[in-house]
């Protein structure tokens, strides 16, 4: 019988839930896997190329980043920056431009690897929770598969420095680091981030437009013809809005673990349906294309950057539909999710203060409880 | 000498006396206060500090060596029939018993069934809903002294001064609602209320919400304010033996379980057994423990040592083993929101959080966490793992400072 | 009345406007997408600035406490016309590019500030260092934000149609670098490391002080 | 183009395209200064709305009837608009602590800071000349123009400020890296929050 002496003490509860961060970062990637390799299968070499440089970049940063704030591994570090920049740009130079991706994931793995190891004194270095993997995921998942290899590279390190770890790292960024990105590159380089759209196993090799580019000018009369390749083999569009079913289909197993709960997507794409139909134009086809899924499901559901209670979940999830369903219809561009997103990321704050739940037993005299 | 919600006692005993079963051993003047009585005979050894289960120090504490004999003091007499006594002397007896809240908080019954005359009260809940997950002890309690628990349910009603009582018991106890309705069949003021079986259930103010649908308005807000008195099963068993017997309160059913404890029981033990005895009695632990807990899983507190004796307000006993034994480092708030689901007082408890770790209590006010009942639903959900429960409950103590320093 | 040199220099980096009395933002903000911009609305404002500064020492002891504040806007507004004038008049071009910024130069806070907090309690000699060392602290701001954001944003720097700097054509601009929110963000990182560069020298100054390798307290921004 | 649309569109354009904070850089000495207090945000936006809004009519008024006719305009509206902005808030302010002590409480403190707050100039002068902002949409406004054009900037600056002051409460207590911290990080939030903005443009061709 152990005496007293050797017991644990420490705070309640003693029981914990066993759900970590890590574990539902890793059932997020599983539910974007389902899209990801069937884009993987539709974009070929292309596609993957974008979704490696993106995951391995992001997670390149998360790395460094940590390392410099942390003080360890100062000078390794650095290296490993300043060698990742400065080598695919001397490969590029010489002319091997097709290596010069091929470099890059080269030495940013090797750095990730030997940074995930155990040092040799026996500490771990550094802990990936996964979050990072997540979002250079869904970055590449919102970029069209034929960029150029570095702008998924540059991306990523838009998204995870300035994104999210300028904020002071995982849950308390704004705004969705994947989305600041895509917003950015999208003001910088316009020209590359709106074409390189690929024609999928098609007969067309390339094709400049997205459906909804088609719809925007009219170029598309019957819409109809587009919810069959929407659905599953989409014509044109970004590497993540190949197939709305494959998404929904990982949505649906998110639902079904309580990774995420119903109320943005239903009433993000609920809002989107109502505003299509108050603006005269298809729901069905708004709902299926572009990043209407993705967005809804994967996007505006992140917890960090979207209100926590329900209602203002509800909130969140109308504005964001209407707003993405204004911009598309009204506006010069053809597509709204990320602005939308972004947008609300950015009221975020304000909802969640203003629909705070009315604490147990507590009458609320009129509006506010400031005393 | 301090077991109880409320002001300790003072010893009435020294080193040397022999005391007997039933024997007050320890007093206060105070209102909020109850009697403590010896749970054996034998001779005091010693009246001195010793550890205290939830206190986590060391309070005044009488040791008595058992003589085994377990001689009974005169005083203890059977006090009649509940017909034959006024509500003042039913206060009295309970009080003189020493009769506290059996749930877990063991705060004075003498004092929750003597409400101010401007509160009226028109409902009596027994609150059979389980405290916490893991502990039985108020289902057997209900299964096997059912007509026990009535007949305390009924003095507690008469000292309250209410006419109409409801049992409330957790819908997957089948056995314990079956034995209860019949108990209650005889008496048709008396009903029984099926609950969902879901934490924190037990609690008083859920339990309300639950059966009655009113909300008790937060601290200082008690179930008085909106008409209702709760009790646990187990205090009223142990007014129904006040009142047969005479006997005070000396004993309690105490669950011993977790996942070393070879035999896991409910057990009926004398009020400062050791913690180790009764693990003992259980068939001893199959693995070193890492961690012995007073009270359940989610509100319970971790021991340093099982030389700790049972109390009043000792609900159950958990043994842990380090398999069972969460130590993750916390990490960052990922805003999930599941602290805001699971919070059955509908806080927000990461803001809380937030603004207590950045020493902001002004904003952290905001969020109430005055109102925090310190279940730990929200740290049980928590994914990374952080501390909510502590953090709430840092500010609460920097705001009632602030409050008080104005 | 005695000279003083701290005058001239404290607008450059102690109490540089921008970067730490944090006035005058809104124009350095708009204006800093050119580098050639930048040097016009500097001249701008150390024009306005000084002339204004030594006015308003000037009058000040006829100058009633009550209503200063109007009178202050009123000799501002003046000068702030003549430039208004001149650069329409002269440079029709860069004035289009300024555009509103010229006439808000009014209530441009920098000015209304150093009236405030400087000229009006200053004599004329010391206020016209003031409005000199202030004005050239905002522009040297300005410079640099134009030179990060024009360069990175367009890929070279051209002045009067001249290309100064050019990255070559092989770097892809990234045009974000001269939208708004380009603007917000090489300010704030602008102001982020002067920051580190100043807590850098402290504890270089701590650590010579102390002779020690121990860490010395950080020295925390603003 | 109806009368309805123009008033819409003449608002949307004030309150979101050309966000008067985020995408114009006007006013922004206000905006960083008291965003770190909802509630000094909530009263400066109260008492901006209001400044304006009459400040905008006396310039449309002073400019229709007097400065263009005599044709001066172009030398004296910087003076003339600055003054009258600068006297009426004076004249205001004496008038609100004499006649209403409540609203006095509520936005006293913020009325002289208002004086030097660019928005108020800005929006005078765009109502009077118009093309001073370089919206798209400019033109001769009449009188319900301007108070819609007003309306929606003025509403725009609120809602900016209001929506940064609840974002500060979160940022502000993030454990962002040292150099960065307090305001730096208060401008890279404004950058984001610039970019969600900057979304809009181009919404119903603005």
């Not at chain 1, 709960?261 to 298809?282: N, Q, R």
């Not at chain 3, 921008?18 to 911009?37: D, F, H, Q, T, W």
Request: include cysteine.
């Amino acid at each position: 019988m152990a005496g007293g002496g050797n017991l644990v003490v420490t705070v309640s509860p003693h029981i914990k839930s066993p759900e970590t961060t890590g574990s539902i970062m890793r059932l997020v990637l599983l539910g974007l896997l389902p899209a990801t390799l069937w884009a993987c299968v539709l974009f070929g070499i292309s596609g993957i190329a974008v979704i490696a440089i993106s995951v391995i970049t992001a997670l390149f940063c998360e790395v460094t980043w940590h390392n410099l704030r942390d003080g360890k591994g100062t000078g390794r570090t650095w290296f490993a920056l300043v060698s990742s920049l400065v080598v695919p740009i001397g490969v590029s130079a010489a002319g091997l431009g097709r290596a010069a991706p091929a470099a890059a994931i080269a030495l940013m793995s090797a750095f990730i690897l030997s940074e995930a190891g155990i040092s040799r004194q026996g500490e771990r270095r550094h802990s990936f929770d996964g979050s990072a993997a997540v979002t250079g995921l869904l970055l590449a998942l919102v970029l069209p598969p034929l960029v150029p290899w570095w702008i998924p590279f540059v991306g990523a390190f838009i998204a995870i420095w300035l994104g999210k770890e300028i904020f002071g790292g995982l849950g308390y960024n704004v705004f969705n680091p994947a989305l600041v990105a895509r917003a950015i590159l999208v003001l910088s380089w316009p020209a590359h981030l709106t074409a390189g759209w690929f024609r999928s196993l098609g007969i067309d090799a390339t094709s400049k437009a997205t459906p909804l580019m088609l719809a925007k000018t009219g170029a598309a009369a019957d819409l109809t013809a587009y919810y069959a390749p929407l659905l599953l083999n989409n014509p044109g569009g970004c590497i993540g809005e190949v197939s709305a079913f494959l998404l929904l289909v990982g949505g649906a197993m998110l639902l079904w673990k309580r990774v995420i709960t119903w109320e943005i997507p239903v009433t993000y794409l609920g809002a989107m349906a109502v505003a299509s139909v108050l603006m005269g134009v298809d729901p069905v086809f708004h709902l299926l294309a572009g990043g209407a899924v993705l967005g809804a499901v994967f996007m505006a559901t992140d917890y960090v950057t979207s209100p926590v209670s329900s209602r203002g979940k509800i909130v969140f999830g109308i504005m964001c539909g209407a707003i993405t369903m204004l911009l598309r219809v009204y506006s010069k561009a053809p597509e709204g999710v990320t602005s939308a997103i972004l947008f609300m990321n950015m009221v975020t704050p304000l909802i969640d203060r203003s629909t705070m739940p009315r604490p147990f037993g507590v009458v609320r005299a009129g509006r506010g409880v400031r005393k | 000498m301090h077991q109880h919600t409320g002001a300790p006692c003072e010893p009435l005993v020294k080193k040397g006396d022999r005391v007997l079963v039933g024997q007050k051993i320890g007093e206060s003047k105070a209102y909020v206060s109850a009697p403590v009585h010896s749970s054996v005979s034998g001779t005091v050894v010693a009246v001195e500090p010793r550890q205290h289960p939830a206190l986590l120090r060391s309070v005044a504490s009488v040791v008595i060596e058992s003589d085994g004999a377990f001689e009974v003091d005169p005083s203890v007499k059977p006090r009649g029939e509940i017909d034959s006594l006024s509500r003042d002397e039913l206060r009295q007896i309970i009080r003189e018993a020493g009769i506290v809240g059996l749930g877990g908080a063991a705060f004075p019954t003498s004092v929750k069934v003597s409400p101010p005359k401007d509160k009226k009260i028109d409902v009596f809940l027994l609150n059979g809903a389980e405290c916490e997950p893991y502990l039985t002890a108020d289902h057997r309690l209900m299964v096997e002294e059912a007509s026990d628990i009535v007949h305390g349910m009924l003095a507690l009603m008469k000292a309250v001064g209410v006419e109409k009582g409801i049992v409330c018991i957790e819908d997957n106890k089948p056995d314990a609602i079956d034995a209860m309705s019949k108990a209650v069949a005889d008496f048709p003021n008396l009903g029984t209320a099926v609950v969902k079986t879901k934490y924190p259930q037990g609690g008083e103010k859920q339990l309300i919400k639950a059966v009655l649908g009113r909300e008790v308005p937060p601290p200082p807000g008690l179930p008085m304010d909106v008409g209702v008195v709760v009790n646990n099963v187990g205090t009223a068993a142990a007014v129904a033996a006040a009142l047969r017997t005479g006997m005070p309160l000396i004993e309690r059913v105490v669950t011993v379980t977790g996942s070393p404890v070879r035999e896991p029981a409910n057990l009926r033990v004398r009020l400062g057994t050791s913690f180790r005895e009764l693990i003992e009695q259980c068939g001893g632990l199959s693995e070193k423990p890492a961690k012995i807990i007073a009270g359940g899983p989610m509100m319970g507190i971790a021991q340093s040592s099982d030389e700790v004796p049972v109390i009043k307000g000792t609900s159950g006993i958990l043994v842990m083993s380090e398999h069972d034994t969460v130590l993750d480092e916390p990490t960052n708030c990922i805003r999930c929101g599941r602290c805001v689901e699971a919070c059955p007082m509908f806080l927000m408890p990461l803001y809380i959080r937030m603004y207590a770790e950045a020493g902001r209590w002004d904003l952290a006010a905001r969020y109430s966490p005055a109102n925090c009942m310190e279940c730990g639903s929200c740290a049980y959900e928590c994914p990374a793992r952080i501390p909510l429960v502590q953090w709430i409950k840092i500010a609460k103590a920097e705001i009632a400072a602030a409050k008080g320093g104005r | 009345m005695r000279v003083r040199l701290i005058d001239l220099t404290r607008g450059l980096v102690q109490e540089n406007p921008l970067l730490r009395l944090m006035i005058g933002l809104c124009s350095a903000l708009a204006v800093s997408v050119k580098v050639e911009n930048t040097i016009f609305m500097g001249l701008a404002v150390i024009f306005v600035l000084t002339l204004s500064n030594i006015v308003i020492s000037a009058i000040r002891p006829v100058t009633p406490d009550n209503i200063r504040i109007p009178i202050f806007l009123v000799v501002v507004s003046s000068f702030v016309t003549i430039v208004d004038l001149v650069l329409k008049a002269y440079f029709p071009e860069v004035y289009a590019r300024l555009g509103v910024w010229i006439p808000l130069i009014v209530v441009n806070c920098i000015i209304l500030g150093r009236a405030e907090a400087f000229a009006y309690r200053n004599g004329i000699l010391a206020s016209t260092l003031d409005g000199l060392g202030m004005g050239a602290g905002y522009t040297l701001v300005l410079i640099v934000m134009g030179i990060v954001r024009e360069l990175l944003g367009t890929g070279s720097i051209t002045m009067m149609g001249v290309t100064l700097i050019s990255l070559g054509t092989g770097f892809q601009a990234p045009t974000f670098m001269i939208t708004f929110p380009g603007a917000f963000l090489t300010f704030g990182l602008i102001m982020g490391a002067l920051n580190k560069a100043q807590s850098a020298l402290a504890e270089r100054a701590a650590r010579r002080a102390t002779g020690s390798a121990g860490r010395p307290t950080p020295v925390g921004g603003v | 183009m109806g009368e309805v649309q123009r008033y819409f569109l003449i608002f949307l354009g004030a309150l979101l395209i050309y966000n008067i904070l985020l995408i114009r850089f006007i006013a922004l000495c206000s905006y960083f200064g008291i965003s770190n207090s909802m509630d000094t945000s909530i009263g400066m936006s109260l008492a901006v709305i209001f400044v304006m809004m009459v400040s905008s009519t006396l310039s449309w008024g002073l400019w229709n009837y007097v400065l263009a006719p005599l044709g001066i305009g172009e030398f004296l509206y910087i003076p003339v608009f600055i003054f009258v902005i600068a006297s009426f808030v004076q004249l205001e302010e004496m008038f609100i602590r004499k006649t209403a002590p409540t609203l006095y409480k509520a936005m006293g403190i913020y009325l002289p800071l208002i004086t030097t707050n660019c928005a108020v100039l800005a929006a005078a002068t765009e109502v009077a000349k118009p093309g001073f902002l370089k919206m798209s949409i400019a033109y001769n406004y009449t009188l319900p123009e301007a108070w819609v054009y007003t309306f929606g900037v003025a509403l725009g600056y609120s809602a900016a400020l209001i929506l940064f002051a609840a974002i500060r409460e979160r940022v502000d207590f993030a454990p962002v890296p040292g150099p960065l911290r307090g305001y730096p990080m208060a401008f890279v939030t404004s950058a984001l929050m610039s970019l969600a903005f900057t979304g809009f443009a181009g919404l119903f061709g603005l």
